[in-house]
T-cell receptor, first 111, second 112 residues
Framework: KQEVTQIPAALSVPEGENLVLNCSFT??????LQWFRQDPGKGLTSLLL?????REQTSGRLNASLDKSSGRSTLYIAASQPGDSATYLC??????????FGQGTELSVKP | DTEVTQTPKHLVMGMTNKKSLKCEQH?????MYWYKQKAKKPPELMFV???????INESVPSRFSPECPNSSLLNLHLHALQPEDSALYLC???????????FGQGTRLTVV
């Protein structure tokens, strides 16, 4: 059974810092991996999708990497801003269309 | 347009009520999903529809009844719910299974 783990569970940093969020998964037979952002009480916003054949994807200040063989992905956020404060969720696509989520990392960026 | 629209945004219902949640997308996606999310927890998959056919039911109680009338619309019919069913219900869609998923803003359901 696929399990997705995110470390740390919570993170507080001062504005301007670069930071890394970690995601690991137990079954390397994934189709894709997707990072989401969720603001309190809101839906999920897609940040980056990495296909299983890719190693990384970039969008603005965000960079996500994928190492299928070791079952790991990282989300790098450059020059963090208070507006980046949210919960970040990592999810992997398993066979049959199932999207399996990690528990999330709650990020707080202090001005 | 990458929008998935869910209505209503908030819903309060009694345990004997019947209500429905609605989800709509106009991106031409052929896979649609219902997720349930409790506070401080990740979303949990409930149902997957692929090409308007139910492909996954994650052992969801029968008081939740999904319906996919056409490729753009997904409903979740609710009947005789329990207070523990109170949660944020999220709809998502993707071009097909295992491709990038787009989520709606959710319906905050409270069962009293």
């Amino acid at each position: 059974k696929q399990e997705v783990t995110q470390i740390p569970a919570a993170l507080s940093v001062p504005e301007g810092e670069n930071l890394v969020l970690n995601c690991s998964f137990t079954d390397s037979a994934i189709y894709n991996l997707q990072w989401f952002r969720q603001d309190p009480g809101k839906g999920l916003t897609s940040l980056l999708l990495i296909q299983s054949s890719q190693r990384e994807q970039t969008s603005g200040r965000l960079n996500a990497s994928l190492d299928k063989s070791s079952g790991r992905s990282t989300l790098y956020i450059a020059a963090s801003q208070p507006g980046d404060s949210a919960t970040y969720l990592c999810a992997v696509y398993n066979q049959g269309g199932k999207l399996i989520f990690g528990q999330g990392t709650e990020l707080s960026v202090k001005p | 347009d990458t929008e998935v629209t869910q209505t209503p945004k908030h819903l309060v219902m009694g345990m004997t009520n019947k209500k429905s949640l609605k989800c709509e997308q106009h991106m031409g996606h052929r896979a649609m999903y219902w997720y349930k999310q409790k506070a401080k927890k990740p979303p949990e998959l409930m149902f997957v529809y692929s090409y308007e056919k139910l492909s996954i039911n994650e052992s969801v109680p029968s008081r939740f009844s999904p319906e996919c009338p056409n490729s753009s619309l997904l409903n979740l019919h609710l009947h005789a719910l329990q207070p523990e069913d109170s949660a944020l219900y999220l709809c998502a869609s993707s071009r097909k299974e295992n491709t990038e998923a787009f989520f709606g803003q959710g319906t905050r359901l409270t069962v009293v």
